[in-house]
């Protein structure tokens, strides 16, 4: 049996090697003001050239871009370096990373033609959710 993308259940997600995967990298800390989280992005922009998209506030950042590795094991362990290496050479806030996200070329085209949220495969239970 295999899932959507045609993986085995629990097994790693691979792609062919060189394969391109879209990363989304969110990062928190102490606040700093917005104008260096912005600087810092910008500077970050052109050290880390497939930087798609940043979003930012003063005390958490989230940036987007393409990675290419042979799997999504490959990539989430760039991502978590990802602000850590630049930190110093683009100036960015000593945040931690509290979240990353990724997901094959497929996968984000065909949220791009469905929505964010995509089409409902099979019924989802909800159980014990509150608000944080």
Partial sequence: MTDLDGARPGG?????????WHVTVTVAGTAVPTIEIRSGLERLEHEHPFLLAGRYAADRAEVRYWE???DAESV??????????????????????????VVDRE??????????????????????????
């Fill in 12 to 20: 790693p997600a691979v792609a062919a090697p060189g394969a391109m």
């Fill in 68 to 70: 290419e590795a042979p």
């Fill in 76 to 101: 989430v362990r760039l991502a978590l370096r990802l602000w850590d290496e630049h930190e110093v050479s683009a100036a960015l806030p000593h945040w931690n990373v509290v979240g990353v996200e």
């Fill in 107 to 132: 996968t984000f085209h065909r949220r791009v033609v469905n929505g964010p949220h995509g089409r409902q495969v099979a019924p989802v239970a909800v159980i014990g959710v509150t608000a944080f």
